[in-house]
């Protein structure tokens, strides 16, 4: 398996346009995670799926921020629209409680909001 | 209180020092993670223990459920393993320290 593949790896876009970050978790794994990183507050959880099911999506800002896994190998995180405090690097990242609890990452997607 | 603390926030160390970075959790988990990223941004996996002590080369894991404390020591320590490490306890999710950033010289 190549790992967890996220797309694209840069983004820079203007204030106020539409942003989807994409990711294809490691086949067979039934848990994906939404993470952001910045600076000031580190790593933070977003929101995460089971089995392509939203469970916990508390750490999503607001309601510019929208998720979606329409099948066990996509999910899209979409921001609309863009504000520059948004700028990070969000993170991907998927596991399977079926076997060792080990999560693996993407390798992020540096977005850059001007 | 944050969830998970780290220490040190910061170290800076001598080539083949053995290193120390400390992991408390307040939270009840199904394991723990230790994780690296380095200057390129990526994260990589280093460790996953539920309990007890794994080692992988030149560096060593333990954890404490009763006390509820991890460490990650780090042996021989060398320039390449300059990096952030965070700490990340599996509730139904992972959650994370703030990082520890090493620099070996």
């Known amino acids: 398996d190549a790992g967890v593949i996220q797309s694209p790896r840069h983004e820079v876009t203007e204030m106020g346009q539409e942003v989807t970050l994409r990711c294809k978790p490691i086949?067979?794994?039934?848990?994906l995670f939404w993470y952001r990183q910045t600076m000031m507050r580190g790593l933070e959880l977003l929101i995460y799926?089971?089995?392509?099911?939203?469970?916990?999506d508390s750490g999503m800002p607001e309601d510019r921020f929208s998720a979606k896994m329409p099948n066990a190998s996509f999910s899209t995180l979409k921001i609309q629209p863009s504000e520059p405090r948004d700028s990070a690097v969000y993170f991907c990242?998927?596991?399977?409680?079926?076997?060792?609890?080990?999560?693996?990452f993407g390798q992020g997607t540096r977005l850059t909001v001007v | 209180k944050n969830e998970v603390e780290q220490s040190p926030q910061n170290l800076t160390a001598q080539e083949g020092e053995f290193i120390t970075i400390n992991c408390s959790y307040s939270v009840g988990i199904s394991a723990l993670h230790w994780l690296q990223q380095h200057p390129g941004g990526g994260i990589v996996s280093l460790f996953m223990?539920?309990?007890g002590k794994k080692k992988h080369g030149r560096l060593i894991a333990t954890i404490n459920i009763q006390e509820k404390h991890s460490s990650l020591h780090i042996t021989a320590s060398h320039p390449r393993d300059s990096a952030v490490y965070i700490c990340a306890p599996h509730t139904d999710k992972l959650i994370f320290g703030t990082g520890t950033r090493l620099q070996v010289f």
């Open positions: 223990l539920s309990s």
């Open positions: 086949s067979g794994h039934d848990y």
């Open positions: 990242a998927s596991s399977s409680l079926r076997g060792p609890i080990e999560a693996f």
């Open positions: 799926f089971n089995n392509n099911v939203p469970i916990d």
